[in-house]
Structures are given as C-alpha cells and as structure tokens.
C-alpha cells in the first residue's frame, strides 16, 4: 500500500523499528502539545468565570436529565449553575449523551457524585476520564461510597497494562459523606443501608444554591439620577457608586430582595431491603423545592415510600421520576432524528427505531398519584428552579410522521435518487444478516457510538463482536427492551478484539441485562484478548458487579482456543450460534495484543471481523474468498500518516486488501468520529463489493449488494456536512510526510 508498506502476494516489509518508532513518538509528542493547548485554554476559560463571578448573582440553577434509566443504566443528572455543573451518577451512555447536549460540555464538569458503588451507577467513569484526559482537562472530583475507590483502584492498577498510562492520574476521591461547598453551591449528603448489608450502601445528596439577588429597577435609578453607563453594571454586581454630584448610590436602593436559595434533593432508594429506615435516615434541616427520584418505580409506589412521600407540601414541592419503567424510549433524541433521515434513502436497510414515531414529550405529568407536581423526567429535559419552575424543551427533537415527505420536498436531487433506487428483494427476516450497533472509532458521538455489532446467524442465534460502552442503550433504541432481552439472552458466543475501552466498556452492562434474562447455569463463553483481561474483569465483577460474577460465564484467550480445556467451550459456543467454526488472528493495532476473528457458518461462508488494525498479512489470509469482510476504515487516504502512527487503516488500506484477499464484499467501519455523519466519498468506494457501515445499519448478507448503491443517496443526503469536511480538512497533523515515509522504505529496501 503506497503511504507506508511495500506489499506484495507473498510478504510485507515494514519499515525499520527506529523509524517506526520515531514517527509514533514524533505523534504522542504532537498529541501531547495539543492536550495541553486545551488545558491551557480551559483554564483561562474557568478563571474567566471565577473573576466575573459575583456570589450574590447566581442567576442560573437548571437540572438536565443525562438518562432517565432506559440504557439499563442508574438515571443521572447535571445541575448546572452560573460558574460550574456538577454530575450525579455516570452510568453507561453518560458522555455519548452529554456529547448530543447542545448546553452541556465535559469541559463544564469538575465533580461527580455517586449514589452507589454499582456498575449502572459508575460504568460511565473510565470512558469519561479517558475523554476529559484527551480534551486537555486535567482534574475530576469524584464523590460516593468508600466501595468507589476500589473500583477506581482496579481502573488505576490495569490503565498502564491497557496503555490508558495518565488517565487515571486525573482524578481525586472523596467519601461522600463529607460535605462539599463551593463559590455556587453547598452539598449535603445522607447514606442509606441495606437491612442486611453494611456495606450495601446508598447515597441520597441535598444540593442548595446560595441566594439570588433581587432584580434591577431601572425605574428607581432613573429617579436617582443614575446614568446608563457602566456605573449601572457596577450596582448590579454590588458595589456602591458616585454620582456627577457627589451623591453616592448603595446596590439595595435600585435592587429588589434577594430570593432565598433554592433545594435540589437527589433520591435513591434501590431495593426494599435499603427502604426500612429509610425516612428515619434522611434528615435534613431545610424543605426541599424539587424532589428528583432515582428510585425504581416499584419501590416508589410502595405503602413506606408513599407515606414519606406525602409528608411534604406537596403544593410546594416538585417531584421528578426517573425510571425506564415510565419512560420508555431510549434517549438522544437526536439519533432518532438522524436515523430517520437514514430511513428515507431506504427504510429497510434503516428500520425505524423504537419508539421513533412516539416520542414522548418529557414534561409529562404524573396522573392519579399522590403528589400533585410529580412529572416524568425524560432524557434532555430541562427543568428551571429559578424561573418557572417548569420544563423547557431545550435539546428535545419532536418528531414528525412526515418527515420524509419534507426532506424529499426541500431538495430535488434527493428525491430523484431516492426514486432511482432498485426496489428491495430481501426482506428483514432474511438471515444470516448483521445489525451495527456501533461504528465510531474512539469516543461515542450521538451519531455514532463505540465498537459492537450483532451477527445473527438465525432469528434465534447471534454472535457479539465487541462491546463498546452503550451497547445496551443501542439495543433498546434499536428494537425495545422487551426484544433486547431476548437477543441478549440468545448469545452464547461474545469475542472481544483488543483491550482498549472503545471495544469492551459495554460488557458489564450487557451481562448484567442478560442476568435478568437467563438462568445463572445458562453458559456464555466470552473470547478475550489476553490473561490480563480476564484477571481485569473478574476484579471489577466482584467490586462493583455481583450480579454478573454468579453467572456461568467461560472466558477464554485468543491463544487457548485451541488448549483441551478451551475445546469444550469454544465447540458449546459454535453448535449453539450455528456456526460450524470460529477461529481468531492476531493483527497489528497499539494494543499489546490484538486479534480479529474468523465466523465459518454452515454453509462454509466466511465472515472476517478484523478489529481495529493496520492492513496486515495475518487478516489477508483469513480474508481470502470470504463473503464478507467487516475492517477498520478508520482515517480517510489524506490521513495515512496518522493511520500509520495509531495502526489503523485508511478507506484505500481496506479496500485494497479486500480486494487482494479476493473478499466478496468488504464492510468498512470503525470511523473517525470527524466523520460522524458519513466518510467523504473516496473513488475506492465506487466499487461494486464496498459498502460504508453506519448505526443501526441492518441487512442480510444477500442484500450487501444494495450498499454500494445506497451511498451516493446518502452522499446528496448530507451533502452540507461532506462540504463541511472538505474545509476543514486542510489540517495537517504530522510534520513527517508521505516523502519522509517513502524515503524510510527506500532505506529500509536498499
């Protein structure tokens, strides 16, 4: 392949370990300046803050719902005031979500607090802090259980072994009974105890804001003679002036009485067995103005709850329910809007998402209940304690039936390529076929998540390959959570590629949905990576994860599947997937080791799912002649110098491989979130066997031949955001050059 290899039918010659080296260092140490670029200008950003901060004008104190519980996951929360935004709770899916959130940046975010030490509760934190690592943050307060530690402990200790080195560098850990106070708020917090469990252990918090000045009365300063001019600012932060006559104006002769501060109680209760003394336990001085409920809803609507639920002046006090029992659909709403504009090039390729023709509004009030100002929270609503105490639509995309109608009306050469399609001849029940649950590379975006996809071998028998973190909130999306279940349920065989979070940070979360699945003594084998992994895995299983430990889980190495032992697992897995074999590949990623893996199903197909790799001889061979070919596209060609640095492939890499493997048909995926919509067009997908991956794509290997004449609709589709692309991608990341590169080979030849 021209950028870096010299590549021929029978060998690969790579380029000198020293000069191998010295671009990958001359990359980290690029990267490196740019990290800290960010933290430079996020710390200019915060101080900024601190300096115009006035405590007696803290004019915002809003609540976001982050998830209202949907993905499996604990609901969690920002509060966001005038100068910082605190997060409650950083379950899975938290950063994709905050990624879709118009109003809420990472950047934002120096606390979390914790109400429980339980995966649903926490599995969010690491994809976090390897993302604030990257955006340049350097710090993040960590608040919860003394169970928390451990589990961050265990992050800590494999992060180095992971090549996640300085990630976990960044955070502090607090006990969370101790209170917190800033410049914006104060936080109280209250532990709950499991009847039999001490160290089962549930943490409710009491945030209040300080007080807010009184308004500005223009009509008062204009009988006093005060100008307009800056002396009117300096009165609205507090300060006296002087008039032209000498006369000096105090803040509280123009400016109203302060409002007293307002109180957010965040409420957990998890089990029955946390809630009999629960009333006894949460006591606090002041009467809260908003009740935010993490609490199942069964253990709400108990006879106990109720009571202590009634006790409040319920005329005064707003309550919000979070509980996928209420709210239904899964959250970022933006996917469902982005996901129909997929379904109208071709809806069965693209079928509609649960719940995308329904989408409920999220200031849904609660009827026949006890309270009178109880709502439904769905994920994205707003609710301001200061103004109207009332929901806004902030980040809420309502849907319409005809949206279809509307896209195709605006723009002409969309309709007529639309209509130029082939008609269908598959249908959605033709298997084996494939369901992309994620196609991004690195960090979730609300338009593509992490690594995971679904091979189903037939209705009732699929294969997991990856796991990328909100692989469960991409399952209920995608069919519901009564079908998610089911599939869930129907895995037997999970391979897991390589270490890095992006492909494994789902599987917890995964597990612990299959636990309410199946029977404990129903096995699963799950392929991994190394000895590394699994000593990781069982760790954080018995810290923060009971639940999935009690299962009958078979892990095995990449390199045992062929040892006795591992025989009688991997044979259980193919007969029960109905497969008749399954084999992995070592392939050359940054990750210590990095494997593809081979599906032979019964008819003697292939399918290849490489990982994330540069092209490499080791994928060529198990390519050769297979039906379908799944590879890492990450870069575009005019990034082969960054490819080469991170050992990933470029869309002509990929094809180009395929093509010498002799593959049917090639799938590319695993993008650079830049390409979030769809890749730029390149010449070498024009071709008759390349299909582009994006969420949420479904289709039968038959049917593979209808991608290649889906693209170019969808080219014309996001027409604006390929434009987009094209200017701003005249950044040139390395200063080592094609030249350079092509220099070394010659070296390396000669």
């Known amino acids: 392949l021209k950028n870096y290899f010299l590549y021929n039918e029978s060998m690969q010659l790579n380029l000198d370990l020293d000069v191998e080296q010295a671009a990958r260092n001359e990359f980290r140490s690029l990267r490196k300046e740019e990290i800290q670029k960010n933290k430079s200008a996020i710390a200019l950003s915060r101080r900024k803050k601190k300096v115009n901060y006035n405590p007696d004008t803290n004019q915002e104190f809003k609540l976001m719902v982050i998830d209202n519980g949907t993905s499996f996951s604990s609901p ?20 994709r979500v905050i990624a879709g959130t118009a109003s809420l940046r990472l950047t934002s975010i120096s606390q979390l607090f914790l109400t429980a030490a339980h995966w649903r509760n926490i599995g969010g934190i690491p994809g976090l802090l390897m993302t604030m690592h990257d955006l340049g943050l350097s710090h993040l307060h960590i608040h919860g259980p003394p169970k928390v530690e451990t589990y961050l402990q265990i992050q800590q200790n494999t992060s180095s072994a992971f090549q996640h080195d300085g990630t976990y560098s960044m955070f502090t850990f607090s006990d969370s009974l101790e209170k917190y106070k800033d410049d914006f708020v104060s936080i109280n917090s209250v532990q709950i105890v499991h009847a039999h469990d001490s160290k089962n252990v549930s943490i409710c918090y009491s945030i209040k804001t300080l007080a807010r000045q009184g308004k500005f009365d223009n009509k008062l300063a204009e009988a006093l003679g005060v100008p307009k001019d800056i002396r009117r600012s300096k009165l609205q932060k507090g300060n006296p002036i002087t008039l032209d006559d000498g006369t000096i104006v105090t803040p509280t002769q123009v400016i109203g009485d302060s409002a007293p501060g307002k109180t957010i109680w965040i409420i957990e209760v998890p089990t029955f067995d946390h809630l009999k003394d629960f009333a006894s336990e949460l006591i606090w001085d002041e009467c809260p103005d908003i009740v935010v409920h ?31 029992e ?6 970022i709403p933006a996917v469902y809007r982005y996901h129909s504009m997929l379904g109208v090039v071709d809806s069965n390729v693209f079928p509609i998402l649960h719940g995308s023709l329904d989408l409920p509004f999220q200031s849904k009030q609660i009827e026949s209940f006890p309270v009178c100002n109880g709502y439904i929270g769905d994920t994205g609503g707003v609710f301001d304690a200061w103004k109207t105490m009332a929901w806004t639509q902030e980040n809420i995309i309502r849907l319409s039936s005809d949206i279809k109608n509307e896209l195709l009306r605006d723009d002409e050469d969309l309709a007529s ?4 399609l082939p008609a269908v001849v598959s249908t959605l029940s033709s298997y084996p076929r494939i369901r992309c649950l994620g196609t991004g590379a690195s960090v979730p975006n609300k338009y593509r998540n992490v690594s995971s ?30 079908r998610a279940r089911t599939i869930v349920a129907s895995v037997k065989l999970i391979f897991i590629s390589h270490v890095h979070a992006d492909h494994h940070l789902g599987l917890i979360n995964f597990l612990s949905l299959r636990s309410t699945c199946v029977s404990s003594d129903v096995k ?3 392929v991994v990576p190394s000895s590394n992994f699994v000593d990781y895995f069982q760790n ?25 032992n591992s025989i009688s697992h991997i044979n259980y897995a193919i007969e029960q997937s109905s497969l008749a074999g399954f084999s992995t590949v070592e392939v050359d990623h940054t990750a210590l080791r990095s494997f593809g893996c081979v599906l032979t199903l019964t008819n003697g197909d292939k399918i290849v799912y490489s990982g994330d790799t540069m092209p490499c001889n080791n994928i060529k061979t198990a390519s050769e002649h297979c039906r379908l070919l799944i590879h890492d596209a990450t870069h575009e060609d005019a990034q082969s110098q960054e490819a080469f640095c991170t050992k990933h492939s470029t869309v002509t890499d990929a094809v180009k491989l395929a093509h010498s493997a002799n593959a049917r048909f090639i799938l590319l995926t695993h993008f650079s979130q830049r390409f979030s919509k769809i890749p730029r067009p390149a010449p070498e997908m024009a071709r008759s066997n390349v299909g582009v991956a994006f969420d949420h794509l479904d289709i039968a290997l038959d049917d ?11 080219a014309i589709l996001f027409k604006e955001f390929i434009k987009d692309l094209s200017e701003s991608g005249k950044r040139q990341f390395l200063t080592i050059s094609k030249e350079q590169i092509e220099q070394f080979k010659m070296n390396k030849t000669q």
Not at 468 to 482: K, N, P, R
Not at 545 to 556: C, D, F, I, W, Y
Request: glycine share 6%.
């Open 76 to 95: 969690n929360i920002a509060i966001r005031t005038t100068g910082a935004t605190y997060l409650f709770n950083c379950g899975d899916s938290t950063q």
């Open 417 to 420: 390529a639309v209509g130029n």
């Open 524 to 526: 699963c084998v799950i």
């Open 453 to 482: 996809y679904l091979f189903f071998t037939s209705a009732t028998s699929c294969i997991l390959l990856d796991a990328g973190e909100g692989l469960i909130t991409q399952l209920v999306m995608a069919y519901g959570m009564e």
């Open 540 to 564: 954080l299983c018995t810290a923060v994860a009971p639940e999935v430990k009690s299962q009958h889980l078979a892990l095995v190495t990449s390199d045992e599947l062929s040892v006795e």
């Open 326 to 331: 209420l709210c239904i659909y899964g959250n």
């Open 704 to 714: 593979l031949n209808r991608l290649p004449k889906i693209f170019p609709v969808l």
């Open 294 to 324: 993490f609490t199942p809803w069964m253990i709400v609507n108990s006879a106990d709850y109720l009571k202590w639920l009634t006790s409040f002046d319920n005329a005064k006090v707003h309550h919000i329910f979070l509980d996928k």
